[in-house]
């Protein structure tokens, strides 16, 4: 081919070239431009079906434990602390000693007491004798009534007094008995803040004793959940202390009348703990199943999220986020109930739900 230049062909090879690499690494936009520029936009998040779940009824309570019997120990009379016997942990059973006081007083009045009632009971079978043998007298004519009334009446003074003195020294005798301090009740000690050389008065807690081989879990039920429960019905207990342990109860107590604090009924559950694992004052968590199984929407956890105190999902809608606000039941596993109006098998999303806005673009991948 006279004439022909190369160099006047090689410049429309090279440009083809150029905008075929060009649209491979998408420098170069084909077709709809608005459509690659939203796809380019969109975040990227996962989605799942909200779906029907099966749900037990179930009241939710808190409380704390309480020993099936708790005896606050005091002393009965004014006195000071001569010895404690006991420790907190210690298992005692009833009548067992648990803190003496000073005596030494209180032993001296026993001996005086007992000194009087001698006293008194000589006087009175003197006198006693004296009206004995006066009666044998007036009945020979030898003295006159009078005289007769006169030594009966020394008799009643003398059992008067033989009497006073008894009760005085039973008095005694009690006080005595009351310098040391019993265990009323089988248990074990606690909260003892009683100390040697301390003076306490009559009636000051210096400790308690705590039958805990059964206890309570103490709960407080609202007015509108009281028809849910009754006598008998098996509650689940769980504790901090023991995370993977579940404790079985029942309801044993509820109280007829409201707490006028906060209109609340005090219920009481009983748990068997043999093991001594559950401790009075322990917070506890329960769980009384009130009814049967039934279906009820839920949506993933993770698809909710909250905002100025109230719960929302992203629904997927065309391609868009569109927020929806919803109300939450109860958690039931990966799953949490939703009470609004929302489609089942509405598909909501569940990933980047904190840096969506009502109405973004998404891009649905794989969970």
């Not at 998408?26 to 459509?35: D, F, S």
């Not at 689940?236 to 906060?262: C, H, L, M, R, S």
């Not at 629904?315 to 868009?320: A, I, R, S």
């Amino acid at each position: 081919m006279k004439g022909f230049n190369i160099k006047y062909w090689a410049i429309p090879i090279l440009l083809a070239v150029t905008v075929t690499a060009a649209a491979k690494t998408g420098l170069l936009t084909w077709g709809n431009p608005q459509k690659q520029v939203l796809a380019a936009q969109a975040t990227s998040v996962t989605a799942e079906s909200a779906q029907m779940v099966s749900k037990i009824p179930k009241l939710s309570l808190t409380g704390s434990v309480e020993g099936e019997t708790s005896a606050v120990i005091s002393a009965k009379i004014a006195g000071r602390i001569e010895q404690i016997l006991v420790e907190d942990g210690q298992p005692v059973t009833a009548g067992q000693p648990l803190i003496r006081l000073e005596s030494v007083e209180l032993s001296n009045n026993v001996r005086t007491g007992s000194d009087a009632v001698r006293r008194a009971s000589a006087n009175y079978e003197n006198v006693e004798t004296d009206y004995k043998r006066y009666q044998t007298l007036y009945a020979q004519n030898a003295i006159s009534k009078q005289v007769l009334d006169g030594i009966e009446t020394k008799l009643k003074v003398a059992q008067a007094d033989l009497s006073s003195a008894e009760a005085a020294l039973s008095t005694a005798g009690q006080q005595y008995a009351y310098a040391l301090v019993t265990a009323p009740v089988s248990g074990v000690v606690a909260n003892k803040t009683a100390v040697i050389g301390q003076v306490v008065g009559a009636g000051a807690p210096l400790m308690s004793v705590e039958n805990i081989g059964q206890v309570y879990a103490v709960v407080n039920v609202e007015q509108k959940d009281l028809g849910a429960i009754g006598q008998g019905m098996a509650a689940e207990i769980t504790v901090d202390a023991y995370p993977d342990k579940v404790f079985a109860g029942k309801i044993q107590i509820i109280n007829p009348a409201a707490v006028v604090a906060n209109r609340m009924y005090k219920t009481k559950i009983k748990i068997d703990n043999s093991q001594a694992l559950l401790k009075p004052g322990m917070f506890v968590k329960v769980s009384i199943v009130t009814g049967k199984p039934a279906l009820v929407l839920a949506v993933p956890q993770a698809a909710i999220f909250q905002k100025q105190g109230i719960y929302q999902v992203y629904v997927l809608e065309n391609g868009k986020a569109i927020r929806r606000q919803v109300e939450v039941g109860a958690v039931l596993g990966d799953f949490v109930e939703i009470k609004t109006d929302l489609e089942a098998k509405a598909e909501v999303i569940t990933s980047n739900v904190n840096k969506l806005k009502d109405g973004d673009a998404v891009q649905v991948g794989k969970p």
